[in-house]
Protein backbone atom coordinates (compact mmCIF):
# COMPACT_ATOMS: atom_id res chain seq x y z
CA UNK A 1 0.00 0.00 0.00
CA UNK A 2 2.76 2.66 -0.75
CA UNK A 3 2.60 4.47 -3.92
CA UNK A 4 4.97 6.47 -5.62
CA UNK A 5 4.75 9.34 -7.72
CA UNK A 6 7.22 11.27 -10.25
CA UNK A 7 7.62 14.05 -11.91
CA UNK A 8 10.16 16.63 -13.28
CA UNK A 9 11.04 14.53 -16.12
CA UNK A 10 11.41 16.12 -19.74
CA UNK A 11 13.90 17.47 -22.67
CA UNK A 12 16.80 19.46 -21.87
CA UNK A 13 19.74 20.36 -24.03
CA UNK A 14 23.07 19.08 -22.96
CA UNK A 15 24.94 20.78 -20.08
CA UNK A 16 21.27 21.98 -19.08
CA UNK A 17 19.52 20.75 -15.58
CA UNK A 18 16.48 18.98 -14.44
CA UNK A 19 14.89 18.24 -11.03
CA UNK A 20 13.17 15.40 -10.36
CA UNK A 21 10.97 14.21 -7.83
CA UNK A 22 9.48 11.39 -6.32
CA UNK A 23 6.87 11.46 -3.43
CA UNK A 24 5.81 8.48 -1.27
CA UNK A 25 2.16 7.92 0.41
CA UNK A 26 0.25 5.24 1.89
CA UNK A 27 0.84 2.91 4.48
CA UNK A 28 4.29 3.41 4.63
CA UNK A 29 5.84 2.33 8.65
CA UNK A 30 9.07 3.32 7.82
CA UNK A 31 11.56 4.32 5.55
CA UNK A 32 15.69 3.20 4.91
CA UNK A 33 16.50 3.74 1.56
CA UNK A 34 15.80 6.19 -0.69
CA UNK A 35 16.88 6.24 -4.47
CA UNK A 36 16.76 7.06 -7.86
CA UNK A 37 17.55 4.21 -11.08
CA UNK A 38 17.70 4.52 -14.60
CA UNK A 39 17.44 1.92 -17.49
CA UNK A 40 18.28 2.80 -20.98
CA UNK A 41 17.10 1.45 -24.02
CA UNK A 42 18.52 -2.17 -24.70
CA UNK A 43 20.33 -1.98 -20.70
CA UNK A 44 19.72 -3.30 -18.13
CA UNK A 45 18.45 -0.70 -15.11
CA UNK A 46 21.38 0.42 -12.92
CA UNK A 47 21.76 2.35 -9.59
CA UNK A 48 22.02 5.90 -10.29
CA UNK A 49 21.92 7.21 -6.26
CA UNK A 50 20.52 6.67 -2.93
CA UNK A 51 20.75 8.56 0.91
CA UNK A 52 19.90 5.82 3.49
CA UNK A 53 18.12 7.48 6.46
CA UNK A 54 21.13 8.70 7.81
CA UNK A 55 21.72 11.14 5.33
CA UNK A 56 25.11 9.73 3.87
CA UNK A 57 24.66 9.38 0.00
CA UNK A 58 26.05 6.74 -2.85
CA UNK A 59 26.44 7.96 -6.30
CA UNK A 60 27.11 5.77 -9.52
CA UNK A 61 30.89 6.95 -10.86
CA UNK A 62 28.85 8.63 -14.15
CA UNK A 63 27.17 11.06 -12.36
CA UNK A 64 29.34 11.58 -9.26
CA UNK A 65 29.97 15.45 -8.93
CA UNK A 66 26.89 16.52 -11.34
CA UNK A 67 23.55 14.69 -9.50
CA UNK A 68 23.05 15.80 -6.32
CA UNK A 69 20.16 13.26 -4.33
CA UNK A 70 18.22 14.21 -1.11
CA UNK A 71 15.51 13.70 0.99
CA UNK A 72 12.68 15.23 2.75
CA UNK A 73 11.38 13.21 5.14
CA UNK A 74 8.40 14.83 6.27
CA UNK A 75 7.21 15.10 2.96
CA UNK A 76 8.09 11.89 2.07
CA UNK A 77 9.91 12.42 -0.81
CA UNK A 78 13.54 11.89 -2.54
CA UNK A 79 14.75 14.31 -5.29
CA UNK A 80 17.46 14.26 -7.92
CA UNK A 81 19.02 17.29 -9.07
CA UNK A 82 21.22 16.65 -12.27
CA UNK A 83 23.72 19.18 -13.36
CA UNK A 84 25.40 19.28 -16.32
CA UNK A 85 23.92 16.47 -18.41
CA UNK A 86 24.95 14.84 -20.87
CA UNK A 87 23.05 12.34 -23.73
CA UNK A 88 24.38 9.73 -21.69
CA UNK A 89 21.91 10.53 -19.10
CA UNK A 90 19.04 9.45 -21.21
CA UNK A 91 16.97 7.27 -19.69
CA UNK A 92 13.96 6.34 -18.04
CA UNK A 93 14.57 7.08 -14.50
CA UNK A 94 12.79 5.45 -11.46
CA UNK A 95 12.40 5.94 -7.54
CA UNK A 96 12.91 3.51 -5.75
CA UNK A 97 11.63 3.02 -1.37
CA UNK A 98 13.43 0.49 0.89
CA UNK A 99 11.43 0.56 3.77
CA UNK A 100 8.51 -1.22 5.52
CA UNK A 101 5.00 -1.30 4.76
CA UNK A 102 2.14 -4.02 5.14
CA UNK A 103 1.32 -6.62 2.07
CA UNK A 104 -1.32 -7.51 0.75
CA UNK A 105 -2.55 -9.71 3.78
CA UNK A 106 -2.13 -6.89 6.39
CA UNK A 107 1.67 -8.06 8.00
CA UNK A 108 4.78 -6.50 7.63
CA UNK A 109 6.77 -6.32 4.61
CA UNK A 110 10.45 -5.13 4.37
CA UNK A 111 11.15 -4.38 0.40
CA UNK A 112 11.41 -2.11 -2.66
CA UNK A 113 8.65 -0.17 -3.69
CA UNK A 114 9.16 1.66 -7.53
CA UNK A 115 7.80 4.41 -8.80
CA UNK A 116 6.16 4.42 -12.90
CA UNK A 117 9.02 5.96 -13.99
CA UNK A 118 9.89 9.58 -15.92
CA UNK A 119 11.57 10.11 -19.07
CA UNK A 120 14.81 12.52 -19.37
CA UNK A 121 16.44 12.55 -22.34
CA UNK A 122 19.21 14.60 -23.13
CA UNK A 123 19.60 15.93 -27.19
CA UNK A 124 20.11 19.21 -29.07
Known amino acids: QVQLVESGGGLVQPGGSLRLSCAAS????????MGWYRQAPGKQRELVAD???????NYADPVKGRFTISRDNAKNTVYLQMNSLKPEDTAVYYC??????????????????WGQGTQVTVSS
Open 51 to 57: IPSGGST
Open 96 to 113: NIEGKSTDSSGSDYYGDF
Open 26 to 33: GSILGINV
